[in-house]
């Protein structure tokens, strides 16, 4: 009977010889003896916090093949100075003819983060099969779940994630799917973080955190990025609750008076719009929020003309209540500008002359007083819809007013009120407004 004979040495590749006949034996694959220790961390497993992960170890066969399956002993043992890590393997077995396999440890989550967790797993040669190699029956697992800052984190991502912290590293795994999600927000091969990558992380983590209220106050530091990068956040929980004073909810509000009250995260936002001086800067601001609704709104209806939209839907889609008693920044009607020619401007112009901000500011607070505050609908003076299977413009069929008219009645009706209300003003202070001799 031949004898084997075989040294492991550190560092050095070694080839068994695997057709010795007289071998029945098995031993860990590896290469150089740096294999034999494995280390497990589970802070790379947080995407669902699972209780187990999964380690491969490959084992090998010395000897010819035999008819038959026989199982291989793997055992465990501590390791001095640690703590035992708690493993489960599940019986090994070599089918017939089978010679090298994987075999599957299952490993369980350390009871205590930070501290290391060791267990010897080794092939003791009581089963089927004996051991084979020496030096190469005993691997020692490490086992530990600790979180440290990733390399990455500077630059583009402290300035939209903030500082690192192990919470945010937590929830930003879990939010994302993604147990390494910040190696997808620096490219290596150009040494670049990707700029559009981590703003949009920071969006959708902010409106993540802010999408209900929590039932314990939030951890996560998340900043809040300034208006001027037109970051796409939606409405925070607690927005609704301030209504009265913020008005209607827009991302570059929600940024500029966040920053305005000296806020900067998401972690203390909500109770700096509770706080006693929040309340004061919002009562201080509120005009001002209201006039940036309005314009906002007759942006908007700019926007929903050009676009074919129905005036009887402009309040459902964006709508904002009009006081008599406060000076609002103007936008010109989209059919006053006509951009595109349609002819629409030479109508409106018949009726109401050349436009003027304080002019038409003056025909809109007309309607309001007539129609009510509740009722009234910038857009209806000019009842103009746009049709873009001809490209031209059409009346409008939506019944707007106090007398629920539509199309051209409506606009003359609007011209009666508005011409009516102009020529009681003082003399001095009446608008260009033509005088247009009606059929009705």
């Known amino acids: 009977m031949a004898c084997l004979i075989l040294a492991f040495v550190a560092c050095e590749k070694v080839e068994p010889d695997f057709f010795d006949e007289g071998a029945n034996g098995a031993y860990f694959d590896y290469n150089y003896a740096a294999d034999y220790d494995k280390t ?88 089927d099969i004996g051991t084979g190699i020496a030096g190469k029956d005993e691997i020692n697992l490490y086992v530990l779940e600790s979180y440290e800052q990733p390399s990455v984190w500077y630059s583009h991502m402290d300035t939209y994630l903030g500082s690192w912290s192990r919470e945010k590293h937590l929830f930003l795994a879990q939010h994302t799917g993604d147990n390494h999600f910040y190696t997808s927000l620096y490219d290596a091969n150009i040494g670049m973080h990707d700029y559009d990558a981590i703003v949009a992380l920071n969006v959708s983590a902010v409106n993540a955190l802010l999408a209900q209220a929590p039932s314990e106050p939030i951890v996560v530091d998340l900043p809040i990025i300034p208006e001027s990068e037109h970051p796409a956040y939606s409405k925070p ?4 609750t301030y209504e009265p004073y913020l008005g209607m909810y827009r991302a570059n ?34 005009v001002e929020f209201h006039k940036g609704d309005v314009l906002e709104m007759l942006n908007e209806y700019y926007r929903y003309a050009e676009q074919g939209i129905a005036i009887g839907d402009f309040k459902s889609l964006c709508w904002v209540p009009m006081q008599n008693d406060i000076n609002y920044t103007m936008r010109i009607p989209y059919w006053w500008d006509d951009p595109q020619g349609l002819g629409t401007a030479d109508i409106v112009k018949h009726y109401f002359g050349e436009y003027n901000a304080d002019k038409y500011q003056f025909m809109l607070k007309t309607l309001l007083k007539e129609d009510g505050v509740e ?19 059409n009346w409008d069929s939506t019944p707007l007013g106090t007398k629920q008219l539509a199309g051209e009645e409506r606009l003359k009706e609007c011209y009666r009120l508005i011409k009516a209300a102009n020529d009681k003003r003082p003399p001095s202070r009446r608008f260009d407004i033509p005088k247009v001799e009606l059929d009705n």
Not at 255 to 284: N, P, V, W
Not at 375 to 393: E, K, M, R, V, W
Request: hydrophobic share 40%; proline share 3%.
């Open 40 to 127: 497990l961390n589970f802070s790379d497993y947080i995407v669902g916090r699972p209780d187990t992960a999964i380690v491969t170890l490959r084992v090998k066969l010395l000897g010819y093949l035999y008819e038959g399956s026989r199982t291989l002993a793997v055992k465990v043992k501590p390791i001095d100075g640690y703590p035992l890590a708690d493993v489960v393997i599940s019986e090994v077995t070599f089918a017939h003819a089978e010679y090298e396999k994987d075999i599957e440890v299952k490993v369980c989550r350390p009871e205590k983060e930070d501290s290391i967790y060791a267990v010897c797993i080794y092939l003791d040669g009581s089963g």
């Open 237 to 240: 929980y607690f927005w609704d």
């Open 253 to 286: 509000k929600f940024c500029r008076f966040t920053h305005m009250l000296g806020g900067s995260t998401t972690r203390d936002i909500a109770a700096l719009y509770a706080s006693e001086a929040g309340m004061q800067k919002m009562e201080e601001e509120s």
């Open 375 to 393: 009722n009234f609908i910038a857009a209806s003076l000019l009842p103009f819809i746009y049709d873009a299977a001809t490209g031209t413009y």
